[in-house]
């Protein structure tokens, strides 16, 4: 089992560009969810997909957007980059069970700066 | 008040000593209490998971939650070198299906050999 796995592992982006992020869930799992972790901060909550549509979200502005395919695995897109947008972004995986789940699992993470 | 505090640290112990982590936090609507392991420039391993107030152990590691003071806390005895990383607490409502997790800063732990 691979586990969550997401891509790339770094990039480097210009203000004002746009870019996606790629996650593929732990085998089973077809809930994902995008964090954003600043240097020095704990991960936050950007916002959660299931059954290819977004169920709940963070305190994020629009241009922040996903998407999540028929085989589970999902995108991260940010248009307008700003430099505050420099982050690690996490992407978590869980089992749609019925009642919350504590399975989240957590893939390595796509370092984004922005110049 | 951030919904959830932790001392970003760092906390300095030699090996074998016994380390205890700490958050508070102020949503009473939290019921599921969860402590993460993040390397440097890794991504966050879930090492405990309670529900409810109470205590829970795993071989080295002791998580406790007391919801009447909103305080929970992760021990660690005979702590080693490797177990040196970034701590981080986070909780979660729970309710039908939503797994969102509410995370604390993380407390940087150095262990000396």
């Known amino acids: 089992d691979a586990g969550v796995t997401q891509s790339p592992t770094h990039l480097i982006k210009t203000r004002g560009q746009q870019v996606t992020l790629r996650c593929s869930p732990k085998?089973?799992?077809?809930?994902v969810s995008w964090y954003q972790q600043a240097l020095g901060q704990g991960p936050q909550f950007i916002f959660q997909y299931y059954e290819e549509e977004e169920r709940q979200r963070g305190n994020f502005p629009d241009r922040f957007s996903g998407h999540q395919f028929p085989n589970y695995s999902s995108e991260l897109n940010v248009n307008a980059l700003l430099l505050g947008d420099s982050a690690l972004y996490l992407c978590a995986s869980s089992p749609s069970l019925t009642g919350f789940s504590y399975e989240q699992y957590f893939g390595p993470g796509t370092r984004l700066t922005v110049t | 008040q951030k919904e959830v505090e932790q001392d970003p640290g760092p906390l300095s112990v030699p090996e074998g000593a016994i380390v205890s982590l700490n958050c508070t936090y102020s949503n009473s609507a939290f019921q599921y209490f969860m402590w993460y392991r993040q390397y440097s420039r890794k991504g966050p391993e879930l090492l405990m998971y309670?529900?409810?107030?109470g205590n829970k152990e795993d071989g080295r590691f002791t998580a406790q939650v007391d919801k009447s003071s909103k305080y929970i806390s992760l021990f660690i005895r005979d702590s080693q070198p490797s177990d040196s990383a970034t701590y981080l607490c986070?909780?979660?409502?729970?309710?039908?299906?939503?797994?969102?997790?509410?995370f604390g800063k993380g407390t940087m732990l150095l262990v000396s050999p």
């Open positions: 986070a909780m979660s409502e729970g309710g039908s299906g939503y797994s969102t997790l509410t």
């Open positions: 085998s089973g799992h077809d809930t």
């Open positions: 309670t529900y409810s107030s």
